[in-house]
Nanobody, 127 residues
Framework: QVQLVESGGGLVQAGGSLRLSCAAS????????MGWFRQAPGKERDFVAG????????DYADSVKGRFTISRDNAKNTVYLQMNVLKPEDTAVYYC????????????????????WGQGTQVTVSS
């Protein structure tokens, strides 16, 4: 079992930056791939970024490539999402999630692969 708690959301002007954190409990965090997803009002929850268990492999949605960076610190049981050059269309609730396939080298974009979810943190980007 893994419990996930996101933090770091807030209100920022377009062009600004935020760093989201996702703190995990449980001894198995370091063996799981992790993902960030987001859901805007009235829209589906979409993949944003993912990282494999040891940080050696990452993947991003096309809409955030070059602006967002996912990273993890397994010693701190934490995964991060650094978001730069934010745009109003980045406004959403951001969720972190864990893919419980042990030590997978792959990053899966399919939301169905993720079994554990945080409660979400709101990011609002004003124009």
């Amino acid at each position: 079992q893994v419990q996930l708690v996101e933090s770091g959301g807030g209100l920022v002007q377009a062009g600004g930056s935020l760093r989201l954190s996702c703190a995990a409990s449980g001894r198995t965090f370091s063996t799981y791939a992790m993902g960030w997803f987001r859901q805007a009002p009235g829209k589906e929850r979409d993949f944003v970024a993912g990282i494999n268990w040891n940080g050696g492999n990452t993947d991003y949605a096309d809409s955030v490539k070059g602006r967002f960076t996912i990273s993890r610190d397994n010693a701190k049981n934490t995964v991060y999402l650094q978001m730069n050059v934010l745009k109003p269309e980045d406004t959403a609730v951001y969720y972190c999630a864990a893919d419980p396939v042990l030590r997978s080298n792959y990053v899966v974009k399919n939301i169905g692969a993720y079994d554990y979810w945080g409660q979400g943190t709101q990011v609002t980007v004003s124009s």
